[in-house]
């Protein structure tokens, strides 16, 4: 005979406000089985745990339903209570009776019946419920972090430093992300590169951190702790190890001067087919790139980087190769794109000479840029006026409607860089400035005080001038300071478009590849946006920096190190507890047809011979893998002799659950 | 004549569109409260004979949600669901059962709006269809026929 006991809470007022909690309890008493039924004002109380606890050892309890607030909250709190109590925790079941009624619901009469209905649904699965022991799964302690900007290079680094072997996947020919394209960072104005580099040559040189650049993530299988994931590694044709960065095989190219858009330099400079990313590009070494070298491309080229290079390092018959790597979590810090400046036609971009996007600003700033830090307009002169147009692309319903948090900041040391290192006058157009941040405001207004002019509101219109008050052609900026209520119209001659942060070109297909989700805007998605934000829906995956969404670069630090602290709690055990709700097959009534094997999306149906006393095989029956089985449960819906059935979830229960309705 | 209260069930995933009825609580938007929610991990878990007992036992409706086609926690379920629902569909129409009565949906984690919509929108069908007395007749009708209704695939 079932002993269930029955908690209703009220979560304060959150529950108690829209549901009677006293009369459903009373309800609840005269239930079958139910031997004990009680309200609390905070069951996850320490007081409220101990009133259950007590009730669990007095009633000797086979069965406990928690009338609270999402299993998502508390599931795991109530059924460690309820194994510290002596109970098998598998028997401790929630109701959710805030989220999904209190919070939904605003008639008291109307939440109260259907409080009562929830609670009974549940007590009538509890009634099913049997003690369930957890599965032990085997730990790999491997840790594949993909993507190898700051976000990654910081988790790779915490996790190597712990002891924990790394495997680090950048699709780019050298790592360094977005971090090594900035020249200054705000507020502290530390040179980018200058505090990245050491941290990109301690990943290359940590023993532990295998780096594979110019490589991606093809497949993932298996689950937290036992991962296999296959990495494709696309061929540089320049053999990584034995390269020096000599440049030889550059200077020597067929090309005698640079024909490319150089990527890093984000369009401004240009490159040969056969270059260095950059000079503190990691690994340093050469990369020919596919699309435009004239030997991978046509077949016909003197191939003279190859007579140059003194340590034959050049090899045009390098192929693809995949290597499978098995780890045991996932730290996924992809980064992300930014707005496309082509989408604002009214602010020329592409069309307009001298109309630059902030990311070019940062290389035109950088020393190692394409003008070595020199700004330049394109007829080779210096500005006497730069206007920087804040959120573009931003909080705005024609384009993104999010804010990207860091780019009023960015806009201000873009402003302060641009009027220290030039002449010119700087204007900001902004529609609010927002400086949240450990001196944030204070560099705020340092900037205001350098007579960097912030004009409050959103250009219209950006158009040519053929003769400006300069002399010669010039930008005019059509906007509104509405401030003073005035329209305006202030001559320019180069313009900067702060472009807001997107998610990353490949976000879905890599949601895809690691079974996450993405919010509303296409970011990935936490598991909780306050309390989990650094782990996904899929255990052992996590997500850090700016592929969660728009973030400065502490923030992104403080992330990838909290990412390697969770990883580091997983992978320091020597075995997982794997959720034992788990399919099981009654081998009886199983008739082989294994139609179960072909929809479950783990290989977890084995086959298991059925032999006589000689050892002769009578038939074949399903098998499920305790440790490759998620519990999903298509097997048991397409079985045709109703065999398989999901502990957790089984058919049993859900008849009941409906028996009562 | 008191209104007419519909009796129905949503059979939900537990990762995308439970979750997204989470958040349509956390954010707390208002929807009918005349159905009940049974969580399943999957709707790959759902078996046709859910439905068919679910109406047995008086149900006016049955909502089936799940994340959408790509999403899936179990990367297939809700292929194997899609494919299922397919083909009950007709089979369910072909034995009598008025359709209207069911609902299928894809609602990810971060459509609490969507979902408090669909809750609504299913809730005023059902008003509109009324009490569903007929399913009685059928059953015997589903015997004679000794139609299978579970492991369709």
């Known amino acids: ?661 | 004549m008191a209104e007419f209260k519909p009796k129905a069930i949503a059979f939900i995933c537990n990762w995308c569109t439970y979750t997204g009825a989470d958040l349509a609580g956390t954010s707390r938007m208002e929807y009918p409260a005349d159905f009940r929610i049974i969580k399943v991990p999957c709707t790959g878990r759902i078996d046709a004979e859910f439905i068919i007992k679910g109406f047995e036992q008086g149900a006016d409706g049955i909502w089936i949600s799940g994340c959408h086609i790509g999403d899936c926690h179990y990367q297939s379920g809700n292929y194997f669901a899609q494919r299922r629902w397919s083909i009950f569909h007709d089979e369910l129409e072909f034995l009598g059962i008025d359709t209207r009565r069911l609902k299928y949906t894809w609602i990810s984690a971060s459509e609490g709006r969507k979902f408090a919509d669909e809750a609504t929108e299913f809730v005023e069908r059902l008003k509109e269809l009324g009490p569903y007395e007929d399913f009685d007749q059928i059953i015997p009708k589903i015997e004679e026929s000794g139609a299978s209704v579970g492991g369709d695939g």
């Open chain 1, 1 to 661: 005979m079932a002993r269930i006991g029955v908690f209703i809470c009220h979560c304060g007022e959150n529950i108690a406000r829209t549901v009677d909690v006293v009369s459903v309890t009373e309800v609840a008493r005269t239930w079958p089985g139910v031997v004990y039924a009680e309200d609390y004002r905070f069951c996850c109380s320490d007081p409220g745990q101990s009133i259950i606890r007590d009730a669990i050892k007095e009633h000797n309890l086979t069965g406990l339903v928690i009338s609270a607030c999402s299993p998502k909250m508390h599931e795991k709190t109530f059924r460690n209570l309820a194994k510290a109590s002596g109970m098998n925790p598998y028997l401790c079941e929630c109701s959710n009776i805030r989220e999904q009624c209190s919070w939904v619901h605003h008639d008291k009469e109307v939440g109260t019946e259907k409080a009562i209905d929830l609670v009974r649904m549940m007590v009538e699965k509890v009634r099913m419920n049997h003690p369930l022991e957890p599965i032990e799964a085997p730990v790999t302690k491997r840790v594949l972090v993909v993507g190898a900007g700051i976000a990654g290079i910081q988790a790779s680094l915490d996790l190597a430093e712990a002891g924990l072997e790394v495997v680090l996947v950048e699709r780019n020919p050298s790592i360094g992300g977005h971090m090594a394209q900035l020249s200054e960072t705000f507020p502290t104005l530390d040179c980018s590169m200058c505090i990245l580099s050491p941290k990109m040559s301690a990943v290359k040189e940590h023993p532990d951190i295998k780096l594979l650049t110019y490589s991606e993530v093809e497949k993932v299988e298996g689950f937290i702790g036992n991962y296999t994931v296959s990495i494709r590694k696309k061929p540089r044709y320049v053999i990584e190890d034995l390269c020096v960065g000599c440049n030889e095989c550059v200077t020597h190219c067929v090309f005698k001067k640079p024909k490319f858009p150089d990527e890093f330099n984000e369009g401004l400079g240009k490159r040969k087919p056969v270059y260095i990313p950059f000079p503190q590009a990691t690994p340093q070494g050469a990369f020919i790139d596919p699309e435009t070298c004239l030997q991978l491309t046509t077949g016909k080229c003197k191939q003279t980087c190859v007579t140059a290079c003194p340590k034959d390092c050049i090899d045009f018959e390098m192929v693809e190769e995949i290597e499978e790597v098995e780890v045991g979590a996932i730290i996924l810090a992809t980064g992300f794109g930014t707005y496309k400046p082509e989408l604002l036609p009214q602010y020329g971009y592409g069309k307009l000479d001298n109309v630059y996007t902030s990311l070019q600003m940062e290389r035109m700033l950088s020393s190692s840029g394409p003008t070595e830090g020199e700004i330049l307009l394109k007829d080779g002169t210096a500005p006497k006026t730069v206007g920087i147009i804040h959120c573009a692309g931003s909080r705005d319903e024609n384009a993104n409607i999010w804010c990207s948090k860091v780019c009023c900041m960015y806009s201000l040391k873009l402003a302060h860089l641009i009027q220290e290192f030039s002449e010119a006058q700087v204007f900001n157009f902004y529609i609010d400035i927002r400086a949240a941040g450990k001196g944030y405001e204070e560099f705020y207004l340092k900037v205001i005080e350098e007579n960097v002019m912030v004009l409050r509101g959103r250009p219209a219109l950006i158009e040519y001038e053929e003769q400006g008050n300069n002399g010669k052609g010039n930008l005019l900026v059509h906007t509104e300071d509405t401030i003073s209520g005035t329209k305006l119209v202030v001559p320019v001659d180069m313009v900067v478009l702060s472009l807001g942060f997107e998610p990353d070109k490949d976000a879905v297909q890599l949601a895809k590849t690691f079974n996450i989700s993405r919010s509303p805007e296409g970011f990935f998605m936490e598991r909780h946006v306050k309390l989990a934000p650094v782990a996904t829906t899929t255990d052992g995956v996590y997500i850090v920096g700016g592929c969660q969404g728009p973030k400065d670069i502490p923030e992104t630090v403080a992330q990838a190190s909290a990412a390697a602290a969770s990883v580091l709690g997983i992978l320091s055990k020597d075995k997982l507890i794997r959720e034992p709700t788990v399919a099981r097959v009654n081998e009886l009534n199983c008739i082989g047809c294994f139609q179960c094997e072909k929809v479950c999306p783990y290989s977890a149906i084995e086959h298991k011979e059925i032999r006589d006393h000689d050892g002769n095989l009578i038939r074949e029956v399903a098998l499920v893998n305790d440790s490759l089985c998620h519990g999903c449960g298509p097997c048991a819906a397409i079985c045709p002799s109703k065999c398989i059935d999901v502990d957790g979830i089984t058919e049993e229960q859900i008849y009941s659950q409906l028996a009562v309705l």
